[in-house]
């Protein structure tokens, strides 16, 4: 059964810091990988995906990477900003024509003026 | 935002009563999931429907029950709630399965006394 993890559960920062997010998945067979934000009490907010293919995605301030032989992701955010402040939850899809995304549990993000 | 909407967005109810929570899309995506959010576990599919009629069962279905009989219409049924059913239901939706992302919707929130 896939599983994901993601260190830390919280990360408090400065803002203008530049941090990184981990997630790792014990079965490397994915199909691809998301990263998600959740702002308290709302829906999720699909940020980057990554197809098993490649190795990272960028969207502004954001870049996600993937090493799937060793299943592992990363979700770097560039120069921190107030607004970055959420819950960052990374999820799996495992294998061609699956349907089930496995969620991490997320690493809540608060990004200090 | 993708249009989404769930209701009830809040819900108390009484131990033993039927809930149906409704998800209702305007992307005309094929997909559509119920998932559940609870802390400790993250989000967990409940059911999944891959068109009209087509349903089928996630991580953790026991308890609900749901129907498709509109592309635009999702519902999810615990036919007699229990309190380990308190919690936060989202729906999602996406065009094609496992290949893209998903478009999650506001959630439901549910206490069941």
Redesign the interface.
Known sequence: KQE?TQIPAALSVPEGENLVLNCSFTDSAI??L?W?RQDP??????LL?IQSSQREQTSGRLNASLDKSSGRSTLYIAASQPGDSATY?C?V?S???????T????TKLSVIP | DAG?TQSPRHKVTETGTPVTLRCHQTENHR?M?WYRQDP??????IH?S?GVKDT?K??VSDGYSVSRSKTEDFLLTLESATSSQTSVY?C?ISDR???????????TRLLVL
Do not use: C, M, W
């Open positions: 994901v199909y691809n998301q998600f009490g709302k829906g999720l907010t699909s995906l939850l999820a899809t294998g061609a024509g699956s349907y089930q995304l969620f991490g549990k997320g | 989404i997909y999931y400790g576990h993250g989000l967990r599919l999944y891959y089928d996630g991580e989202f999602a399965l496992g290949q893209e992302t998903q478009y999650f919707g506001p959630g």
